[in-house]
């Protein structure tokens, strides 16, 4: 019997990912299913004997896990993608290659730690919004994203700096303050996209 406990702090997709590499170099006798769940007070839990109801199996063929849990896509893959997105959208092509960029530097299967999945960086609810069946297909996200994208500039009125920080934070927080928060996370998100941004329009014709 074996049980192993993370504390949330470290990101559950991480987190499955050890305790597969950990089940997988356990004697033979101990293999088989591996379950989780997380406690109140954030502590995930697994085990190959769920003793506790609140156990469920972990589905380790789920790409979003395992050693798939880090899948960078090359450009040329999904500049298709891009492309149309952006010629939908009304988006210039550059400026969602920046916004993927920064958000997941390519990665289709990216999932931070609050929950925001996929190339660029969608949370559950913008997901629905903008009807993405699945975050972590490329050209789902990417449509998705674009469109999420395009709700910001016409919010604020084709201001980027102003768009780029709503994408981010939220456009309620950025409606109300007229500006960017004074978040440095944010700060630091809307001047990485800018700086891709400009290199993408200097280097590229487009994508």
Known sequence: MYIIYFMSSVTREYIILLSLIFFSL??????GEIYTFVDQAGVVHFS???NDSRYK???KSDSRYGLRSCK????????GHIRGAARRYGVDPCLVKAVIKT??????LAVSRKGAKGLMQLMPGTARDMRVR??????????????????????FNGDLK????AYNSGPDRVKELGRIPRIRETINYVNRVLRHYRQYK???SGV
């Open 72 to 79: 960078i896509i090359p450009l040329r893959q999904c500049a």
């Open 202 to 204: 200097k280097y590229s």
């Open 57 to 59: 199996p972990v589905n």
């Open 48 to 50: 190959n004997v769920p």
């Open 26 to 31: 356990a004697p033979v006798a101990a293999k």
């Open 103 to 108: 958000e997941s530097n390519f990665n289709c």
């Open 162 to 165: 102003l768009a780029l920080a």
């Open 134 to 155: 699945n975050p972590f297909n490329p050209k789902d996200n990417i449509f998705g994203g674009t469109r999420y994208l395009r709700k910001m500039l016409d919010i």
